[in-house]
């Protein structure tokens, strides 16, 4: 597609293809590590924000979730946008987006100024993220997606891997501050590189679905809203029931539309009559959901519960959140030979394994070594559900789609994440809260268990999905 565009004023030198791949996989890898490094850093540092700002469990939950929400409502969008009027150039703005929004995190002087400056950081992930995937799937061959998809998932790993250590690092030696300005100029730098040396490409569809957009839009915003209110407001409560009910309705009113009204519509409903995308997508789904409800309450865990400084955490959690750095590209390239479903449902499995075995060793008294061992089979767990998950999603459809099918994977993550942080602070209160550490211990646990159960769930889906998932 591109390369007929592009022949016409100069057609690439065989030996140039591989210099240009390579550069495609660091600078959408480095995409990826920003908006994955964004959410576990600014974990480690809640803490200090509900010190600094004087922030209830509420504002704690929305420094996260406003990032997540608007990630999740806008991801469709955003991959829209990049088939529409180029995914380098969407790319690019998406970058720039994402700079703002840390810079104006970086100077907010409240919870509200931090979350709205949180907001715009999605709006620009949500750009950013979805086309990491769609460059990698346009570069490289079937044959060869899953070794670039597994150093991609790798580095998302290192981001994971670093967060914690670099939050509690800058927040402990600096201030909360320096985790947003870090981004500032890693932005800055990629900004020209991208625009360079990345090769320009579009979708399928000549036009915008633009009802589309907004149907999906509110829909989505409805169905996040609802988890994210939910422990304040209640699950009874008339904004949260109303929430939940405008969000199926406007995201039927999108199906009903995609299916028969839209002219070029933005989401295929044909792809979810393929086995391996739809699984896929429910995995990505609860895997997120599981992760970032763990992550919520581990991070704090280590530091309300038992006692570290925000440094000390950090370094203790990585021998759970190092596993995808060292594991996750040698299972994207092993995925390409044996193919996606053993990978999914056996890292969803590790994963609720060791959750659930940290969940049982919650308690007071507890020991850091006595968590190593669950912190680690979960890491590897989630190391081996990263790259196979992406790759089985983009390998689902026709080349042209991937930037639709990566947009919806990441949709359904950052809903995923949505809902398992809200459910977990949800029981955490039923059981526990932060008058001590002994009673934060006594929420944590069973919160973990249910971030267990997510991944147990998910374990179930991935064992449906097809043993290939290429078209």
Not at 131 to 151: C, D, M, N, Q, Y
Not at 458 to 466: D, N, W, Y
Request: aromatic fraction near 8%.
């Amino acid at each position: 597609m591109t390369d007929t565009l592009s022949v016409s004023v100069r057609k690439p030198l065989p030996e140039q293809v591989p210099h240009r791949r390579g550069w495609t996989v660091v600078l959408a890898g480095l995409g990826a590590l920003l908006c994955s490094l964004d959410v576990v850093v600014v974990a480690t540092a809640l803490p200090a924000l509900r010190a600094d700002f004087g922030a209830s469990l509420s504002d704690l939950e929305w420094t996260i979730n406003a990032y997540n929400l608007v990630f999740a409502c806008l991801t469709l969008t955003g991959a829209a946008l990049g088939d529409r009027f180029g995914r380098r150039r969407m790319y690019v703005a998406g970058l720039a987006v994402f700079t703002l929004g840390s810079a104006a995190s970086a100077l907010a002087g409240g919870p509200g100024q931090l979350i709205g400056a949180r907001m715009v950081q999605g709006a620009g992930a949500a750009v950013l993220l979805p086309l990491t995937l769609t460059l990698i799937s346009e570069a490289f061959p079937a044959e060869k997606r899953g070794v670039a998809i597994g150093v991609w998932g790798g580095v998302t790993g290192l981001g994971v891997a670093a967060g914690p250590v670099l939050g509690g690092a800058v927040t402990e030696g600096l201030s909360w501050q320096w985790i947003f300005w870090l981004n500032v100029p890693i932005g800055l730098a990629m900004l020209p590189l991208a625009a360079t040396r990345l090769r320009e490409s579009h979708g399928t569809r000549p036009q915008l679905d633009l009802v589309g957009l907004v149907l999906a839009a509110f829909g989505v915003t409805g169905l996040a809203w609802a988890p994210v209110r939910a422990p304040q407001a209640g699950w009874g409560s008339a904004e949260v029931l109303t929430a939940l009910a405008a969000g199926i309705v406007f995201l039927g009113a999108f199906l009903l539309w995609e299916r028969g009204g839209a002219r070029y519509p933005m989401l295929p409903l044909a792809h979810f009559r393929n086995r391996g995308f739809s699984v896929a997508n429910a995995a990505a789904f609860l895997v997120f959901g599981s992760l970032l409800g763990a992550l919520f309450m581990i991070t704090q865990l280590f530091q309300t519960g038992l006692g570290y400084s925000p440094l000390q955490a950090g370094v203790r959690i990585l021998v759970w959140n190092a596993m995808p750095l060292l594991v996750a590209p040698v299972a994207g390239a092993l995925a390409d030979r044996f193919g996606t479903r053993p990978f999914m449902f056996g890292g969803l499995a590790l994963q609720a394994l060791g959750l659930a075995l940290l969940a049982r060793q919650v308690e007071p008294g507890v020991g850091y070594g006595q968590l190593v061992a669950p912190l680690i089979i979960a890491g590897i767990g989630i190391s081996m559900v990263f790259p196979s998950v992406a790759n089985a999603v983009t390998s689902a459809v026709p080349l042209g789609d991937a930037g639709v099918a990566a947009g919806v994977n990441n949709a359904l993550r950052e809903l995923g994440g949505v809902f398992g942080i809200a459910v977990a602070a949800l029981v955490f209160t039923q059981y526990g809260g932060y008058g001590s550490p002994a009673s934060f211990l006594d929420g944590c646990a069973p919160a973990l268990w249910v971030s267990a159960g997510a991944a147990g769930a998910g374990a179930l889906v991935a064992a449906f999905a097809p043993s290939r998932t290429r078209v």
